[in-house]
């Protein structure tokens, strides 16, 4: 083969693989990268079959494109690198959308959301309060206990500053300190409650009734959940975004949410 011909065969190759990657979701398949060990997100057994939150937008997804579903199961942290790698289409595992990460990826419009909530001792004048405005009024001058790096340490510190704040670095130690009485109030998301208030330190204590949302505070607490795919592909977005739009409206992510989380994790579509 001559040298011409060789380098004919290699382009015409590489022309192949761009139109296959490219027409993938013409040919009934979309491809999803996830992690597959992020229990309720997203769970895959033995045979990789996967279930949980992310598994269900991903079915929805294909079933408002009307493609199939097929799930690659790899870590969380090498999905990016293999998505570039052309191993999948999109990536749909949680994926927070970050500033740093739209460096290397395309998003779909934000859909999900983990609520954040404070959490206080059944009988504290807090318990039924209302709004965030009256949380932070009350809290001035409380103790007031957050996981120290989170998204969430930094939403307290920009929105409650008369709390006297005491960081931990890790959600045990803030739950201990709770339980032993050690604090007027602690702050985190929703599933971390979930698990504290359905254990024997946790009885005597509840959720005020004010979530916390991305939307309320995008600057410190980031924009949600999104799908992640390679940088520009604008049709594939538009797609992405009509589908997720629908499921939003029709409530379809407000279900999965409940059945998996017991919470209402959806972020409105704006589009």
């Given at each position: ?31 999803i990268g ?58 749909i595992s949680?994926l927070g ?175």
């Open positions: 083969m001559s040298t011409i011909t060789k380098l004919r065969s290699v382009l015409a190759s590489g022309l192949f693989l761009v139109s296959a990657a490219a027409s993938h979701a013409e040919e009934g398949v979309l491809r996830t992690e597959g060990d992020a229990p309720l997100f997203s769970m895959a057994d033995a045979d990789g079959n996967v279930t949980g939150f992310d598994a269900d937008i991903a079915n929805g997804i294909c079933a408002e494109l009307k493609l199939k579903c097929k799930f690659v199961v790899q870590s969380f942290s090498t999905l990016v690198p293999s998505m570039d790698s052309d191993r999948f289409d999109v990536i949680g959308i970050t500033a740093e990460r739209q460096k290397k990826v395309d998003y779909s419009i934000p859909y999900a959301t983990t609520p954040l909530y404070f959490v206080v001792a059944k009988d504290s004048l807090l318990a039924g309060l209302k709004s965030l405005d009256e949380i932070v009024k009350a809290l001035d001058g409380k103790s007031l206990g957050v996981v120290t790096g989170t998204t969430y340490a930094k939403f307290i510190q920009k929105h409650v500053p008369g709390a006297d704040l005491k960081t931990y670095d890790a959600t045990t130690q803030q739950t201990a300190d709770l339980a032993a009485g050690r604090l007027d109030a602690a702050f985190g998301d929703s599933p971390t409650w979930a698990d504290f208030l359905a254990t024997p330190d946790g009885t005597g204590f509840t959720r005020v009734n004010v979530k916390i949302m991305a939307m309320d505070d995008p600057a410190s607490l980031g924009h949600g959940m999104g799908v992640g795919m390679r940088k520009g592909n604008a049709e594939l977005k538009a797609k992405l975004d009509a589908a997720l739009c629908k499921m939003i409206t029709e409530g379809k992510v407000k279900n999965a949410s409940l059945h998996w989380f017991k919470d209402d994790y959806t972020i409105p579509c704006t589009k």
